[in-house]
């Protein structure tokens, strides 16, 4: 199956800092790609949909100025975590839309201190 | 918005038994139906799916059963494994914009 890589796969900042995650798709072109947030024991939700070259839509509740994203390309989205707090800690995992199912990455760590 | 309800949340069963997991759905237009099965600290990986034109489909130990009319679906997992033991999410997808609604997933242990 297709590949979607995320980078980095752990990372530990501290409060008021801001952390960028990378998300690759590393064989095919993902016109869409999702961002989502899995806090422990919960369910995968969806955060937004990054579409290439345009804003991405958020779902409720998201705040997009805290939560940047970018898809500046058909194979890299970038979320960016403005002035993280302890309670955005959690784990962010990307997905890129293939042909017929959505490809997820490996997912990030983030640890807010 | 799509909302997904899965059932149970955690399941426990004997090496060789087998386990159903299943789910419901709201919105009639969801036409694509994946589930997935996550580890620990790791990804979501696909391991069976069906569209809406299908009833059902098996591969080797696992099957999913679609019921279009009541709006639910089902995961069947025969002859269990302990490297079975993961949590599983069903999931929903309708119209054209791809995104996954998923259900709360269910912890599955599979006792040697």
């Known amino acids: 199956g297709a590949v979607v890589s995320q980078h980095p796969s752990r990372v530990i900042c501290k409060s008021g800092t801001s952390v960028k995650i990378e998300c690759r798709s590393l064989?095919?072109?993902?016109?869409?790609m999702f961002w989502y947030r899995q806090f422990p024991k919960k369910s995968l939700m969806l955060m937004a949909t990054?579409?290439?070259?345009?804003?991405?839509?958020?779902e409720q509740g998201v705040e997009k100025d805290k939560f940047l994203i970018n898809h500046a390309s058909l194979t890299l989205s970038t979320l960016t975590v403005t002035s993280a707090h302890p309670e955005d800690s959690s784990f962010y995992i990307c997905?890129?839309?293939?042909?017929?199912?959505?490809?997820f990455g490996p997912g990030t760590r983030l640890t807010v201190t | 918005g799509e909302n997904v309800e899965q059932h149970p949340s955690t399941l426990s069963v004997q090496e060789g038994d087998s386990a159903v997991i299943k789910c419901t759905y709201s919105d009639s237009a969801s036409n694509y139906f994946p589930w997935y099965k996550q580890e620990l600290g790791k990804r979501p990986q696909l391991i069976i799916d069906?569209?809406?034109?299908?009833g059902e489909k098996k591969d080797q130990r696992i099957a999913v059963t679609l019921n279009k009319t009541a709006k639910h679906f089902s995961l069947h997992i025969t002859e269990t494994q302990p490297e079975d033991s993961a949590v599983y999410f069903c999931?929903?997808?309708?119209?054209?914009?791809?995104?996954?609604?998923f259900g709360k997933g269910t912890l599955l242990t599979v006792n040697p």
């Open positions: 069906i569209r809406s034109n299908v």
């Open positions: 999931a929903a997808r309708g119209g054209s914009n791809y995104k996954l609604t």
């Open positions: 064989d095919f072109q993902a016109t869409t």
């Open positions: 997905s890129g839309q293939g042909p017929y199912e959505q490809y």
């Open positions: 990054s579409n290439e070259g345009s804003k991405a839509t958020y």
